[in-house]
Nanobody, 117 residues
């Protein structure tokens, strides 16, 4: 199992930036893929960005060029740098993890990101 703790959400004006962080309860080296998903009110959860153990990334088209996902091995943390935020980025953002030995996907509790126009 993996417990995930997210931080960094908040309220920001359109055009601003936020940085989300996710701290897993175990070493990043034991996790194949980590990612960020988001869910806006009345909508399904969608993938925002993912990164694997080799540092390969997969970024949703809606945020490409604005959001960057990174692995900070020295802090055992995954970060999502969000720039040029838009009101449509408003959602609860969830960190996810897929360990090597487990077919389950583990989720954090979520952190609210609100972008005002």
């Amino acid at each position: 199992q993996v417990q995930l703790v997210e931080s960094g959400g908040g309220l920001v004006q359109a055009g601003g930036s936020l940085r989300l962080s996710c701290l897993p309860s175990r070493s990043l080296s034991s996790i194949v893929v980590m990612g960020w998903y988001r869910q806006a009110p009345g909508k399904e959860r969608e993938m925002v960005a993912r990164i694997d153990s080799d540092g390969n990334t997969n970024i949703a088209d809606s945020v490409k060029g604005r959001f960057t996902i990174s692995r900070e091995n020295f802090r055992n943390t995954i970060s999502l740098q969000m720039n040029s935020l838009k009101p449509e980025d408003t959602a609860v953002y969830y960190c996810s993890a897929n360990p090597y030995e487990d077919t389950n996907t583990y989720w954090g509790q979520g952190t609210q990101v609100t972008v005002s126009s």
